[in-house]
Structure formats: C-alpha cells, structure tokens
C-alpha cells in the first residue's frame, strides 16, 4: 500500500510564494518520475511538471521561470517551489510518482490534492 499526502498549500496574495511538499510512505523500492499537477475551478486538471530520477526538470510554459521542482529520494519527497503567483495559479494542486513497489513494474500514484487560493 502506497500512499502520497501532499501539504504546504494555503492562501496568499498575488506576487507571494509557496512551497508544496508530496511525502510518499508505504511499501516503496524505487520512485521514478514525480510530477505535480493542478485543476482549476471549472477546468481539466493540467501537468505543471515532472522531475526524472535524474533530477531533470521540465515545466509548463505557464509556470516558467516562476515554479520549481525538487526531489529528495532519502526521504521520498517531492517539493513545488511556487514564486510570484499569480490569480490564475488558483488551483488544487496534485502530486503523483511513479513508483515500484516491489520488482521492475511502476504504477501511478497520486495524492489528494492540496488547494492553492492566490488573491488579487
């Protein structure tokens, strides 16, 4: 049983920063990619980005320059650095990993989500 519990969400004002975290717990051998995804209100949920086991990043062009992903395999980890936000970064933000419980097959897991307001 894997499990993901993200946190570090909340309310700020436009212009502030945040910083999500994704902790994974359960029977884990490795974690390959982890991701952080978001859905806004009335809207499909959308990738914001992935980092690769080998700590290579990759972004959506809406969160460019202003968002960053990091990892720390020891302590099963995933963080979204959130800087500048902005209205339109409303959203509930998601983690997921690709993670190997046990053998050579990754199965997809995701968290509950954690809801990110910013004012005007």
């Known amino acids: 049983q894997v499990q993901l519990v993200e946190s570090g969400g909340g309310l700020v004002q436009a212009g502030g920063s945040l910083r999500l975290s994704c902790v994974a717990s359960?029977?884990?051998?490795?974690?390959?990619?982890m991701s952080w995804y978001r859905q806004p209100p009335g809207k499909q949920r959308e990738l914001v980005g992935t980092i690769t086991t080998g700590g290579s990043t990759n972004y959506a062009d809406s969160v460019k320059g202003r968002f960053t992903i990091s990892r720390d395999n020891a302590k099963r980890t995933v963080y979204l650095q959130m800087n500048s936000l902005k209205p339109e970064d409303t959203a509930v933000y998601y983690c997921?990993?690709?993670?190997?419980?046990?053998?050579?097959?990754?199965?997809?897991?995701w968290g509950q989500g954690t809801q990110v307001t910013v004012s005007s």
């Open positions: 359960g029977s884990i051998f490795s974690i390959n990619n």
């Open positions: 997921n990993m690709e993670v190997k419980p046990w053998g050579p097959t990754a199965y997809l897991y």
